[in-house]
């Protein structure tokens, strides 16, 4: 994919001893550092851990924590730090939360014992995501309003993880990047109806690229079992949108994971399958005795490794036998989940720097919508820049990109013996004429429609033509003669009045020219002596400054539609537009 951007910069508050640095980067969703490696030296901490050489990256889940923030708080403190404590070990990028935060929505002491727990991951960057469940929200009540105070919006929506939200949190996504896997993390909160499964299908729809978790309170039964409700979502949102791999879901007092597989294309074979793990211990001891759940991405073996550990016990899947080894540790296939890790790239292929200024060369006012107008520059020999500026009577401003040419010393007029060549020199030196023989006067640019078929080929570029680099053209027949080279689809004067030597010319194709095929025209003051169909590349990644001459003044290359203010301004120093085109694969 390829995208070009632009900004206007003001030098004063990014330029540094007279450089401004440029970094061009991924701008939607969040790709956090590795942490370690599967080369990383890691001390187990317990040994049964997952050998850190066997996965590349870590996500947590943690449910129904409604017990811990109630009475058994040690728990909900033992899960963060140690979360926080081997976030490099692990390299952990993310930890969910299926809902149930506190057991009683009313009782602000209980928001108040988990909401410092939380500060710990917000001040550490550890991305996160939390939802509501039934406790949090009063049961029937659906009570939103100390989750929302406690969890809402404007806790999350500054992190650079964060996707969007629905009513104050009550569902939000984030986008998350690690180990080359681009997932779009969805949460929905307790009491979801047809107005939250809509938004649900919006966001999906907008990501159809990244692999999908749906994150919710209430879901699967532990039997596999579907209530009314998640029947819906499993109808709507699960089964109709493709991205959707995985659903987490705590609210019932269990472990289970369901496999179910998708017709996608409805060509009879499967072409994704959904993991559907419930995950919930407040049945045990002290509401949960602080097991959650560890996902170990392995890209070498393109699998997910699923753990259960407590850091409160330094123990691996619960032993209460309504807990089935199966559901606490297992793997899940990358294939089955159809994830392919890919190495993104993002590089920039060419910058291009103009340095507006406010020295003014002159300004006309009152100029109709596509109206040429020109001013008189009374400048000294030497190399310029200029851009033209428009202010509609609205006060909206657009600015043409900056051009260069070059003013030449003016050949004086012949001695008395020796007149210009132009002039009517009689002793008196008062000759008009060019002493090199130079028109005056630009060429007029002739349509490709009405140019004389004869002379294509007549003259012919060699050599690759491509944006800011100079090109050689051949135009045998005519040494010794000044000509303009143009260059269309619009008309371009891409070479001021040069003198044929050798047979050949030289011009630049500007930055304004956009890549593609275009004519090549080669006039003398008499008219066109030859043209081609040629094929401009862009720019070799160098940086490119546009090239042009002062006969293309007025509106042109201003993307204004309406009568405006328009002036010519000179350069010198000052805010820079900066245009920059990246290439991401």
Avoid at 227 to 243: H, K, L, S, W
Avoid at 246 to 258: E, L, N, P
Wanted: aromatic share 10%.
């Amino acid at each position: 994919t390829t995208v070009s951007l632009d900004a206007v910069l003001p030098v004063a508050d990014y330029a540094l001893d007279g450089t401004v640095r440029l970094l061009v980067q991924h701008s939607e969703g969040f790709a956090g550092e590795n942490l370690s490696s599967r080369e990383s030296a890691v001390e187990p901490r317990n040994a049964d851990d997952t050998p850190r050489s066997q996965y590349d990256f870590t996500l947590a889940v943690e449910s129904d924590t409604q017990y811990y923030n109630e009475e058994f708080h040690q728990h909900q403190t033992a899960i963060h730090d140690y979360l926080l404590d081997v976030r490099s070990d692990l390299n952990l990028q993310y930890l969910f939360h299926t809902g149930d935060i506190v057991d009683d929505y009313d009782q602000l002491w209980q928001w108040d014992y988990a909401d410092p727990e939380y500060r710990k991951l917000d001040a550490a960057g550890l991305p996160y995501g939390v939802l509501a469940g039934n406790h949090d929200v009063g049961h029937k009540e659906v009570d939103y309003t100390n989750y929302g105070t406690y969890f809402g919006a404007d806790r999350y929506q500054a992190n650079p993880w964060w996707g969007g939200d629905y009513k104050n949190n009550r569902g939000h996504y984030d986008l998350i990047t690690a180990g080359g896997i681009d997932f779009l993390m969805l949460y929905m909160g307790w009491g979801p109806g047809d107005d939250e499964i809509a938004w649900m299908n919006e966001v999906l729809a907008q990501y159809p690229e990244r692999i999908v978790v749906l994150n919710l309170h209430e879901y699967m039964l532990t039997t596999g079992g579907l209530g009314p409700i998640p029947q819906q979502i499993y109808d709507e949102v699960i089964a109709t949108n493709p991205n959707v791999r995985m659903v987490f879901s705590g609210h019932y007092h269990d472990a289970y994971t369901r496999i179910d597989g998708f017709d996608d294309d409805g060509d009879g074979t499967d072409d994704r399958q959904v993991y559907q793990i419930l995950f919930d211990y407040q049945g045990l001891a002290e509401g949960g005795l602080g097991y959650l759940r560890l996902l170990h991405f392995d890209n070498e073996n393109q699998q997910i490794i699923a753990r259960t550990y407590s850091p409160s016990l330094d123990d691996y899947d619960a032993d209460d036998p309504s807990l089935d080894p199966e559901h606490q540790e297992f793997t899940m296939p990358y294939a089955a989940l159809g994830i392919q890790p890919a190495q993104k790239v993002l590089r920039t292929d060419g910058v291009r720097v103009d340095i507006l200024t406010s020295h003014e060369i002159g300004a006309v006012s009152d100029v109709e919508s596509g109206a040429t107008t020109s001013v008189t520059w009374d400048a000294a020999p030497g190399e310029y820049g200029w851009y033209a500026s428009s202010v509609d009577p609205f006060g909206a401003a657009a600015d043409s990109e900056v051009r260069t040419l070059t003013v030449l010393a003016a050949s004086g007029p012949g001695g008395g013996d020796n007149p210009g060549g132009g002039g009517s020199g009689d002793g008196d030196g008062s000759g008009s004429g060019d002493s090199d023989g130079r028109p005056t006067e630009n060429t007029v640019p002739v349509s490709v429609a009405d140019l004389d078929p004869s002379l294509e080929g007549a003259i012919a570029p060699s050599g690759t033509l491509r944006v800011g680099d100079p090109i050689t053209i051949s135009v045998p027949g005519h040494d010794g003669e000044w000509v303009q080279v143009w260059l269309h689809s619009t008309p371009t004067l891409i070479s001021g009045w040069t003198k044929v030597a050798g047979g050949t010319v030289t011009a630049t194709v500007p930055a304004s020219v956009p890549a593609g095929t275009h004519t090549l025209v080669v006039q003398n003051s008499s008219g066109v002596i030859g043209w081609a169909t040629v094929t401009v590349e862009g720019a070799a990644g160098q940086a490119v400054i546009s090239d042009g001459v002062m006969a293309q003044t007025g509106a042109d290359g201003l993307p204004l539609g309406i009568a405006g203010a328009l002036a010519l301004v000179a350069i010198l120093v000052g805010a820079g537009i900066l245009v920059r085109r990246r290439i991401a694969s």
